[in-house]
């Protein structure tokens, strides 16, 4: 565990505490453990488990054939996959030479076929793609995964691996005209706004892309367990490990017990317990730096979806 940091120790307002029914949960450190050994485990255990998947048939899972697109939110930007159409996805072949065509493009040009721009100019996600090989630095290999279940949208996944040990998740999903586009937000894991700011200690929130994990630590504001469900968070972008806290049976409560559930039974949660999710998240002046309120549940997985999933509860 890294130096000064400990889950169990009081924050700044006090007296922080596990709860009693720990044991039974997985806690923060493994999500630590999982983010350090490195995410391509993640992804290696996901092969495996789409096999499972698979068998189990996608028919079982909900999906947004017929969701409207949600304008009312102050977290969701541009909106994701309306899955308005159920063409098949490309072969998986054509899917790693998408994902190998987006990491080595050099011109604005390479891109508006292979990316969702989301109203954005490609010199502006060019420059992003540059700007994040400057840490990823060499690939060296580009696999596909297989379809992602999710309760959102339909995803077929591709792993981008760096020489570094570095890797990156290139998560497809079609557009209205059937087309299988990269959703460049997950692969960049973007935030709407900085890590640095968010673990600032001041007032703050943000559509962020994270690990959530099961967890049982209550603190400050956030000291009744029987008023709060908790969860932890990670990032593979900064090595703070956080809590995130939904108000007992509320939407956004229900929105992740039902994703964590479905993971669980997916087998993939297995080895992990951990689950890719898109979120809307805000800090309050006064609660320890590490504490969130999570506001929103916009996909269980790094792709934004057209319909919220916590709107679905």
Request: charged share 25%; aromatic share 8%.
């Amino acid at each position: 565990m890294r130096p000064g940091f400990d889950p169990r120790s009081p924050g700044r307002n006090g007296g922080g505490r596990r709860s009693s029914s720990s044991g039974r949960l997985p806690e923060l450190r493994t999500v630590k453990k999982f983010v350090v050994i490195s995410l391509s485990v993640l992804a290696l255990v996901a092969l495996v488990s789409v096999s499972v998947w698979l068998l189990r048939g996608q028919k079982n899972a909900p999906n947004s054939r017929n969701s409207s697109a949600d304008t009312a939110s102050g977290f969701i930007g541009d909106l994701g996959s309306d899955g308005a159409n159920d063409s098949a996805p490309p072969p998986e072949k054509k899917l790693v030479k998408i994902a190998t065509e987006m990491v080595e493009a050099t011109r604005p040009t390479d891109l508006p076929d292979i990316v969702r721009l989301a109203g954005r100019k490609p010199e502006a996600l060019l420059a992003k793609l540059q700007e994040m090989a400057k840490d990823d630095g060499e690939v060296s290999n580009v696999s596909y995964i297989g379809p992602v279940q999710n309760l959102t949208q339909p995803l077929e996944a591709v792993l981008v691996s760096f020489r570094n040990k570095r890797n990156r998740i290139a998560l497809f999903c079609p557009d209205k005209q059937g087309q299988w586009l990269i959703d460049f937000d997950s692969y960049s894991r973007s935030t709407s706004t900085p890590w640095n700011e968010l673990l600032s200690g001041g007032n703050a929130e943000a559509t962020v892309r994270v690990y959530v994990s099961m967890d049982s630590y209550y603190n400050g504001r956030f000291s009744e367990e029987s008023e709060w469900s908790c969860n932890g968070l990670a990032s593979p972008d900064q090595p703070t490990l956080m809590f995130g806290y939904t108000p007992k049976n509320s939407p956004v409560d229900r929105a992740i017990r039902e994703s964590l559930r479905f993971k669980l039974n997916s087998g993939l949660a297995e080895s992990s317990r951990m689950l890719r999710m898109t979120l809307g998240i805000k800090h309050q002046e006064g609660d320890d730096k590490r504490q969130f309120e999570i506001v929103r549940v916009i996909a269980d997985d790094w792709a934004t979806p057209a319909r919220a999933l916590d709107e679905r509860y």
